[in-house]
């Protein structure tokens, strides 16, 4: 069945001399590194909202897609055809997860009884067609913040309405998740912040979004969900102030409130830098809490401030984010999910299909090069060795807690020779780039 991508051949691996821009350059979802294959590795999914019904607007502008799917009058029709079109992208592109809002998948009704009973129709549909391929659904989540009941937040809500609408509409979208076989479930606080503290009770909205959270955590367990919950932190946009802003945020907060053993972290690529982090950065942080859950694959622009969802082509961040999956064991439940949208300028259906294959390639060339990098322990060797003086003498006291600082100020009072050695940053990088280069 082939009928929105009609002229798209189904996507294989062709290697990195085909000039062919239909076909992976380093995307072989069979080739192996270590024990698990690229496929296993990678764990690659689809978006549904930016793939499916991003029409490409902006603020200064109307949508400029071209998209058959779209081209009918009743939402419902057009909810149908939109599963239709993503099945037939995610066959072409071998892309074995997907990812949704609940309203991505269906409209909302004028009661929140007939939005539900359009869910269940549509979630039946997307049954069928998961019935005859082996796509999986890695998460599903609730979008609480398109909505104009939003204003003020969902269930970070001055108004307390708004946090019974908004538990019922996750309790639903929790269910649909399950339904489906999804492997998490993903909290994006898009309204769960403020614009000025003038108005805002910080302490009643955070107590009453980690009650939110208990809530949904006591929910899953009653019906047997057994997906991880994960949280998606970003800083901003599009609310001034988001409660989630970054790993180490949502890892304090989730302590304080102890909800830590029940949530991992989605991170997100372009959120990350609008925290005024690297990438990197952010999947360090969650590994080294044991948090690292998934990934929302994309990236910004250096010169726009704002959460561009581009998709992933730059080596360097690939290159990295993949080290740092690695060292984790990989994503385990999780996946890397393209959060990533085509520009506005390229609204042709194929553009979808030459994002994908690009985003796809730069992970698995990131795969490879971090994988030889961590085979040869070249940056891990570095690093073991700066730290050395922790693993003898008086650092070794140090690590151990053997010392306090009376001992210190004694060893200090000896010990006016302070030498220390050079960071080397420039050799590293320089290092780093000769594997990307050469791998
Ligand atoms: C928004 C964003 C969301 C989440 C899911 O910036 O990343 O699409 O991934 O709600
Ligand atoms: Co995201």
């Given at each position: 069945m082939t009928k929105y991508f009609k002229d798209i051949p189904v996507i294989s691996y062709e290697g990195k001399d085909s000039k062919n821009p239909l076909a992976f350059k380093y995307y072989n979802p069979k080739e192996k590194l270590g024990s698990q294959t690229m496929e296993e590795h990678l764990r690659f999914s689809m978006s549904y909202w930016h793939t499916l019904t991003g029409a490409g607007t902006d603020p200064f502008g109307a949508g400029t897609m071209i998209r058959e799917w779209d081209h009918f009058a009743d939402p419902m029709d057009k909810a149908k055809a939109r599963v239709e079109a993503a099945f037939e992208l995610l066959k072409k592109l071998n892309i074995p997860f997907f990812c949704f809002h609940d309203r991505d998948i269906a409209p909302e009704g004028s009661t929140l009884r007939q939005t539900n009973k359009n869910l269940d129709i549509i979630v039946e549909y997307i049954k069928q067609f998961m019935n005859d391929t082996d796509i999986q659904l890695l998460w599903g989540t609730a979008n609480a913040f398109g909505h104009p009941r939003y204003v003020h937040g969902a269930a970070t809500s001055c108004n307390a309405d708004v946090f019974a609408y908004v538990a019922a509409q996750v309790k639903k979208a929790i269910e649909i998740t399950y339904e489906l076989g999804g492997k998490n479930y993903v909290f994006w606080?898009?309204?769960?912040?403020?614009?000025?503290?003038?108005?805002?009770?910080m302490k009643l909205e955070l107590d009453n979004f980690a009650r939110f959270l208990q809530m949904a955590v006591d929910y899953a367990k009653e019906i047997g969900f057994k997906g991880q919950f994960l949280i998606e932190p970003k800083p901003?946009?599009?609310?001034?102030?988001?409660?989630?802003?970054d790993v180490a945020t949502v890892f304090g907060f989730l302590k304080k409130y102890e909800l830590d053993s029940y949530f991992k972290m989605n991170i997100e690529a372009n959120h990350a830098t609008l925290a005024g982090h690297t990438f990197q950065h952010e999947l360090h942080t969650a590994r080294m809490y044991g948090i690292l859950g998934s990934v929302d694959a994309n990236q910004g622009d250096p010169l726009l401030g704002w959460d561009t969802d581009q998709f992933p082509t730059n080596i360097y961040d690939t290159t990295l984010a993949m080290y740092e999956i690695l060292k984790n064991d990989g994503l385990h439940q999780g996946g890397l999910n393209f959060d990533a949208k085509v520009r506005r300028g390229s609204f042709e259906p194929i553009d979808l299909v030459y994002s994908y294959i690009a985003g796809m390639d730069a992970f698995a060339r990131g795969l490879k090069v971090a994988y030889k990098l961590l085979e040869d322990k070249t940056i891990e060797n570095f690093i073991d060795k700066r730290y050395?003086?922790?693993?003898?003498?008086i650092g070794k006291s140090i690590v151990e807690g053997k010392v306090g600082f009376k001992e210190l100020e004694e060893y200090a009072l000896q010990n006016d020779q302070i030498i220390n050695v050079s960071g080397r940053q420039e050799m590293l990088e320089g290092i780093l780039n000769q594997y990307i280069l050469e791998v």
């Open positions: 606080g898009g309204r769960e912040g403020y614009e000025t503290l003038l108005n805002t009770n901003k946009e599009p609310t001034k102030h988001q409660y989630d802003f050395q003086s922790y693993t003898e003498g």
